[in-house]
């Protein structure tokens, strides 16, 4: 795991859940999600 990446993903979700997410990373984002299970399961508890 890399916890580390994982901050910054959980920041852009926050960002996200209040519709404040830069388009730009929006991709980003989605191309993480897909591939860490933890920040879905943050995404799930935001
Ligand atoms: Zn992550």
Same mark, same amino acid.
């Not at 859940?17 to 404040?20: N, R, V």
């Not at 999600?33 to 995404?43: D, G, H």
């Given at each position: 795991m890399n916890a580390g990446s994982c901050s910054a993903f959980e920041i852009a979700i926050e960002q996200r859940?209040?519709? +404040?997410l830069p388009a730009?990373?929006? /991709?980003? &984002?989605d191309e993480h999600? +897909?591939?860490?299970?933890?920040?879905? /399961?943050? &995404?799930a508890s935001a």
């Open positions: 859940f209040h519709d +404040a730009g990373e929006g /991709a980003a &984002l999600l +897909a591939t860490c299970a933890s920040c879905v /399961a943050y &995404l």
